[in-house]
């Protein structure tokens, strides 16, 4: 598999914020959102077998472990990484743009699926793949990156349409100016979660953290 980076830090995102993790960042999207963060994970990185991922992992030794990219359903042994990591006694996350089936993936109670819709101001929201959203239970969680009215719009219209059974959580573009977002959320008594990047918070826009 191809990877960009592996490293310890604070998980930033979703119901585990906070949680000292490693992160396993793979390289290659299948889409190309137009506030993607991470475009350095797009291409370069290098080649690593699923054993030697494993084995940079054990060397961290953090309970938890995020696989992220770039989005990591792209890598054909991404199955086999998760296999090895499962056997290890890791909890991990799986983070996924949520355009690809999740029917692939193996199913355990040590497994939180991340899964995003996209909005309309990604540019990518015809990409979303909506039958995923049978897959996610209650220690999964979905999350919207949410830029402007419409975004936020279109994301409580997918709540409405949709019986989503997971945490939901709603972070704004940029993951820090949280006001708008928060006063929408609560005119609308809407019940889901808003959370920041907590990462961008604590470090700012830096690599490998």
């Known amino acids: 598999m191809r990877i960009s980076e592996i490293f ?58 995020s696989l992220t990219g770039g989005e990591p359903l ?59 959203l049978d897959f996610l239970s209650p220690r999964d969680q979905l999350k919207f990156v949410i830029a402007d009215r419409v975004d936020y719009l279109f994301a409580k219209k997918v709540l409405v349409e949709h019986d989503v059974n997971a945490p939901v959580i709603m972070t704004p573009a940029g993951g820090i100016d949280m006001l708008p977002l928060a006063e929408w959320i609560l005119t609308d008594k809407l019940w889901v979660r808003v959370l920041p990047q907590l990462h961008k918070i604590i470090w700012g826009e830096r690599r490998g953290v």
Request: hydrophobic fraction near 35%; proline fraction near 4%.
């Open 74 to 132: 792209i890598q054909s042994d991404i199955n086999l990484l998760v296999g090895m990591l499962l056997e290890d006694g890791y909890h991990i996350t799986i983070e996924t743009n949520g355009s690809l089936p999740l029917d692939r993936l193996p199913t355990s109670e040590e497994i939180m699926i991340s899964m995003d819709i996209k909005c309309p101001s990604s540019g990518m929201s015809g990409h979303n793949h909506y039958e995923n």
């Open 8 to 65: 310890f830090s604070i998980q930033g995102e979703g119901v585990l914020i906070g949680t000292p993790t490693t992160f396993v960042r793979t390289v290659g999207c299948n889409l190309d959102c137009s506030w993607c963060d991470t475009r350095y994970a797009r291409e370069g990185g290098k080649d690593m077998t699923a054993e030697e991922v494993s084995a940079a992992v054990d060397k961290i030794g953090a309970p938890f472990v």
